[in-house]
Structure formats: structure tokens, C-alpha cells
T-cell receptor, first 113, second 114 residues
């Protein structure tokens, strides 16, 4: 009964470092997505995927890469961290079909100094 | 450009008050409207609205969609301190059968004082 699992929960990076935020779901959901949440800005979509091998950009994709090699996993890569990427990151998943709500992970709080 | 506006952005009430939160949207190929509650961690799902004028209810919370006005309201009656949270709305779109590019509003921060 794990749902959507994100790791790590907290991370501090120095400017220029790279890292990968992990996201896994065990609900056999085709759709997965990454959001960032900043104060006063709501949830902004970074990238999403509608199935293994398929990814697309959301609202704020710059500085981030994703891949979807399996249905279960959807990692988010920061190539060269910048202070502007300090945020809380949420991974979410759902069934395809348009009438299924998103299930969210518990988030990763990232600080870039 | 797709747009979602929530109002008010923040609201402070006392326990027992009734509140109405608003969500208006402009999106292409609208399918449904989602409401979420976010406390300290991840947003949790409240309602999905697909038909105009049909109220969905869960305890003291209810919500209704007006497709003509491109808006939805979320009502909370007899508020409790546990209702303090950020309430988020998001319209879904028909996009290859998935929710695709799901855009959220900035949210309404509700604070309920004892």
C-alpha cells in the first residue's frame, strides 16, 4: 500500500551540482508527473509522462530532465543546480483516461546554496 | 494561454464560520475540475467535478461546477481548526485520454482560528 514514494525527503546542494530525485509508484499508473511548489506560486508542472518511453514538458521544464524507462519509476534530474531551483518537489501519478485524480508523493524539499 | 485563478488567496475565519472558495479557469478542451486540500505535506484529493450544476458533498465540504461561467466553488460549513490548509483547484483537459498538462491555481490559504 505504498502509493507514490519520493526520495530523498530533504536535500541540500551547492550551485552547479547535479542530482536525481527519485519517484516510484506501485499502482500501475500510466501517467506520472513532477511539480515544484514555491510560496505564492502554487504547483507548477515541470515534466510529465503518459507511459514508459514517453515524456513531455510542462510549464517550467528548463534545468530539469526526465526519463521513463519503466511504468513504476519517473526520476527527475537536475543537471546543474541553481538557487532558483530551491523548492519543494512533488511527484504525482494517475491512471490514464482523464477521470482519475492525481495521487501525490510526500515531496522533496530541495535547497540550493 | 491556459489560466486558473483562485480567490481569495488567503482567508482567516473563526471556528463555526462558513466559507466559500472560488476557482475560475480558462483552458482549452476542458474535461473536469479537481479540488485538493494541502496541509503540511502532499495535496490530498477532495472532489472531481465533471457535470455542471451537480453538487458533490463530503461531510461539511461541498463543491459545484458552473461550466457556463467557467468556475467552481468549494463550500465548507461549520469550519474547524482542522480545515486550516491550502485548497487547490485544477481543471483537467482532454489530452490523449490523460490529464496531461494539469495546471493548478495558486491556492487559497484558509486559516481557522479557535
Amino acid at each position: 500500500n505504498a502509493g507514490v514514494t519520493q526520495t530523498p525527503k530533504f536535500q541540500v546542494l551547492k550551485t552547479g551540482q547535479s542530482m536525481t530525485l527519485q519517484c516510484a509508484q506501485d499502482m500501475n499508473h500510466e501517467y506520472m508527473s513532477w511539480y515544484r511548489q514555491d510560496p505564492g506560486m502554487g504547483l507548477r508542472l515541470i515534466h510529465y509522462s503518459v507511459g514508459a518511453g514517453i515524456t513531455d514538458q510542462g510549464e517550467v521544464p528548463n534545468g530539469y530532465n526526465v526519463s521513463r524507462s519503466t511504468t513504476e519509476d519517473f526520476p527527475l534530474r537536475l543537471l546543474s543546480a541553481a538557487p532558483s531551483q530551491t523548492s519543494v518537489y512533488f511527484c504525482a501519478s494517475s491512471l490514464l483516461g482523464g477521470d482519475s485524480p492525481l495521487h501525490f508523493g510526500n515531496g522533496t524539499r530541495l535547497t540550493v546554496t | 494561454e491556459d489560466k486558473v485563478v483562485q480567490s481569495p488567496l488567503s482567508l482567516v475565519v473563526h471556528e463555526g464560520d462558513t466559507v466559500t472558495l472560488n476557482c475560475s479557469y480558462e483552458v482549452t478542451n476542458f474535461r473536469s475540475l479537481l479540488w485538493y486540500k494541502q496541509e503540511k505535506k502532499a495535496p490530498t484529493f477532495l472532489f472531481m467535478l465533471t457535470s455542471s450544476g451537480i453538487e458533490k458533498k463530503s461531510g461539511r465540504l461541498s463543491s459545484i461546477l458552473d461550466k457556463k461561467e467557467l468556475s467552481s466553488i468549494l463550500n465548507i460549513t461549520a469550519t474547524q481548526t482542522g480545515d486550516s490548509a491550502i485548497y487547490l483547484c485544477a481543471p483537467t483537459m482532454n489530452y490523449g485520454g490523460s490529464q496531461g498538462n494539469l495546471i493548478f491555481g495558486k491556492g487559497t490559504k484558509l486559516s481557522v482560528k479557535p
